[in-house]
């Protein structure tokens, strides 16, 4: 999250976490979440741990720290290290500084079919029991004026162009300066001496999960996240959606579910965590839709000011521009990357033309060859997956009952020939 914060040093308070990593799985928790530079396919090695100190002070009304996982349609979800958080420069509480600190993985279950997954979110922030834009170039013009979504908008910097949380979207060979995607991100670099930048105060990593010349690649996605908002003592908060979502390989443009974080003031200045949930198992609520088309729409001009601010954010966050080459010139103008935004007709046209093919290889599954009816039987089941996936985003009771039984028929078969 885009700080409202004057000051550039924000250290998490003590974790009892420890560097865990699964080379077959990437980080699991509990962790420490290492900052790696991931491309599709690329080999993951070397990590490193954030710089976590011990804060100086007792700051947090609540110094429990949550630790839990829940799931979506696709994977699951862990919250590790969330966490209260305040100022920790500020002992004396003179801003009324108040936040969250997140680390944030997804696990992608074996059904996922993708060489790059990334992970955006949306958020929304009140204060003082209104609706709070931060007074930053292109934060208004992102953010959803009324309707589904009021107040909402993607999270990151004002001068990236990358919807990816931990990504300025300026990364790569200079050359693809204003026709980059999402699966040209690049995140962080192994090599870099976290140690060396304790300021740092958000990163993450890409993940993916997809089977190439007979062996599974797999990897987590992560965010880390220190939301924190001055002057918030009372009726204040951040709201946040956070997706994982798909950039290369067959799920490419697939969200994989999202989920609930943040944190709020009351009246009486209680200072409390917002409930880690799952809002949707597929594609994300329309509060993050609506997010999405707004960002769309919207580009960056990059005037001397907004260099300025590029250049020092480098210098708190190198990892993020580790891979960028140089800045843009003076005065381009670069639209945002764009998210794709899911059309329930289309998305109804294709699942029905998978339930016409998941019927005709029942039909001819007895005539197909027994070396071929394993890749059968997977087509079959991901397909089941496909389905149950599109239920998350209809109302139509009739059409839920309809899919549910197409459901039911393939399930009866896989496990009739899966014995």
């Known amino acids: 999250m885009y700080q409202d914060h004057q000051k550039k040093q924000f250290i998490r308070a003590s974790s009892p976490f420890i560097a865990q990593q699964n080379p077959s799985k990437g980080i699991s928790f509990p962790a420490v979440i290492p900052v790696l530079r991931m491309k599709s396919g690329g080999d993951i090695s070397n990590a490193h741990p954030l710089p976590y100190q011990k804060e100086p002070f007792q700051l947090h009304d609540d110094k429990a720290i949550q630790l839990k996982k829940i799931t979506t349609s696709e994977g699951s979800w862990t919250a590790g290290g969330y966490e209260l958080g305040r100022d920790s420069g ?24 993708a ?12 204060k003082n029991n209104a609706p709070y834009i931060l007074p930053k170039p292109n934060i208004e013009n992102r953010t959803v004026k009324d309707g589904t979504g009021a107040g909402y908008r ?3 910097d004002p001068y ?23 699966a040209d991100t690049t995140f962080g670099h192994p090599k870099e001496e976290l140690g060396q930048n304790e300021g740092m105060v958000r990163s993450g990593f890409a993940g993916y999960n997809y089977i190439e010349g007979g062996r599974l690649n797999t ?37 994989y579910g999202s989920v609930r974080w943040g944190w709020e003031t009351n009246n009486e200045g209680k200072h409390s965590l917002l409930d880690f949930e799952v809002i949707s198992r597929g594609t994300p ?46 005065n381009t103008v670069l639209t945002n990357i764009k998210l794709p935004i899911p059309s329930l007709k289309s998305k109804q046209k294709s699942i029905i033309e998978l339930i016409d093919l998941s019927e005709r290889l029942m039909v001819l599954f007895p005539k197909v060859q027994k070396s071929q009816r394993k890749e059968c039987l997977t087509m079959l089941s991901r397909i089941k997956t496909l389905i149950l996936r599109y ?11 309809s899919f549910m039984v197409k459901v039911a028929k393939i399930n009866d078969f896989l496990i009739e020939h899966k014995k």
């Open 90 to 113: 500020d002992p004396l509480d003179l801003t009324g500084t108040r936040g969250a600190n997140m680390e944030l993985v997804f696990e992608p279950f074996k059904s996922v079919d």
């Open 115 to 126: 060489k790059q997954i990334i992970l955006t979110q949306a958020v929304k922030t009140h």
């Open 154 to 156: 993607i999270d990151n």
């Open 160 to 182: 990236h162009i990358s919807p990816a949380y931990h990504s300025s979207g300026l990364e790569g060979p200079s050359e693809k300066e204003g026709s980059r995607t999402i």
């Open 219 to 255: 990897h987590n996605a992560a965010l880390v996240d220190r939301p924190r908002l001055m002057n918030a003592k009372k009726n204040s908060g951040h709201t946040f959606e956070t997706t994982a979502l798909a950039t290369e390989g067959k799920d490419a443009g697939t969200y």
């Open 285 to 330: 609520s329309g509060n993050f839709i609506e997010s999405a088309k707004v960002w769309n729409e919207q580009s960056v001009k990059f005037t001397p000011e907004a260099l300025e601010s590029l250049d020092e954010e480098r210098q708190i966050n190198p990892l993020i521009f580790n891979s960028v080459e140089k800045l843009p010139e003076e």
């Open 391 to 401: 239920l998350e985003t209809i109302k139509s009771l009739t059409d839920v009952i």
